[in-house]
């Protein structure tokens, strides 16, 4: 038995030490004040902690996508008419900027960086076709681009990887019956490639929708929100289902604050339709498959891991 406890203690260990200094902070706190309420406090009041850790961490993770939307805004808001530095290449200095802070302070790890820039390389490749064919529009203002495509769109597919990047470590996900990898990549790669043909040929999304939920319709997640903490359990496809309705809101804040819109929005703001939650999800699949380049979907493998 002291093995086994030994064992899930080196095991903790070496995930803390994948955290940033930040991330070590709060879970070393969740994990001091659970142990604290565990022997002098009722049962609600350990959820009630479960639930604030869970959100800190869910802030957390969002930390680059709400800097970038945040920066959307009060550039909509604040930036004066008639600058020298037009307002699309202020956003992508800004960007920029934001992202070498980040490093230098370590918030994020070089490890993450490997993740965002294919985020970033995959993003553009995706907006500079899109834009060419009408689907949506940026201002055409600026020099800091590709095309009709200003370069902090990069940044804005590079929150999604960052998010994605930032849950696999900070709740320490593993997962029972996930899919072969090389089935998500074909997948994955049907689903890219349907963003660009459809123009063309029939939209298979649909089809592609229902091949997501045959392929992840077993799969289940299991998280933890500190180290030592009980594990929790849910489908990987509701888990898909609600980063997707989030990124529509964020989308809509987004065109909301004039960083692109779609052609139904050129009279004015209009939300943006909820069907384009099918296409945020189909995207997770992306998202999914570039991530676990990086970072390896881990099994549950032992019965004191699921305790």
């Not at 995930?15 to 142990?35: G, Y």
């Not at 970038?68 to 307002?87: D, F, I, K």
Request: include cysteine; proline fraction near 5%; aromatic fraction near 12%.
């Amino acid at each position: 038995m002291g093995d086994v406890i030994r064992e899930q203690r080196a095991r903790s260990d070496g995930r803390a030490r994948t955290f940033t200094p930040l991330e070590q902070r709060i879970d070393a706190w969740a994990h001091r004040r659970t142990r604290a309420l565990a022997e002098n406090a009722g049962p609600w009041r350990l959820r009630a902690l479960e639930l604030v850790v869970f959100t800190l961490k869910q802030a957390w993770a969002c930390v680059f996508g709400a800097s970038m939307l945040a920066l959307l805004v009060l550039a909509r808001l604040l930036y004066p008419e008639g600058a020298p530095v037009a307002r699309a290449d202020a956003l992508v200095i800004a960007a920029l900027a934001l992202q070498v802070l980040m490093l230098a302070l370590r918030l994020e790890t070089l490890r993450e960086m490997g993740t965002i820039v294919l985020f970033h390389v995959a993003g553009t490749a995706t907006e500079v076709f899109k834009t060419h064919v009408g689907s949506w529009e940026y201002e055409s203002e600026g020099l800091l681009s590709v095309g009709a495509v200003p370069l902090y769109t990069g940044f804005m597919y590079a929150a999604v990887g960052s998010y994605m990047v930032r849950v696999m470590r900070l709740f320490d996900l593993r997962f029972t019956r996930y899919p072969p990898r090389w089935a998500t990549a074909l997948l994955a790669a049907a689903i890219y490639a349907n963003f660009f043909t459809h123009h063309f040929l029939p939209d298979a999304r649909w089809v592609l929708l229902v091949l997501v939920a045959l392929l992840f319709g077993r799969c289940m997640m299991s998280f933890r929100n500190h180290r030592g903490g009980a594990r929790h359990r849910m489908p990987v496809l509701a888990a898909f289902a609600g980063t997707a309705f989030f990124l529509w809101v964020a989308e809509n804040v987004g065109t909301a604050a004039g960083a692109w819109i779609y052609p139904h929005q050129q009279a004015g703001w209009e939300p943006v339709p909820l069907t384009k939650m099918v296409a945020w999800l189909l995207l997770m699949m992306i998202s999914v498959v570039l991530v676990t380049l990086v970072h390896p979907p881990q099994a549950l493998r032992t019965q004191e891991e699921r305790l």
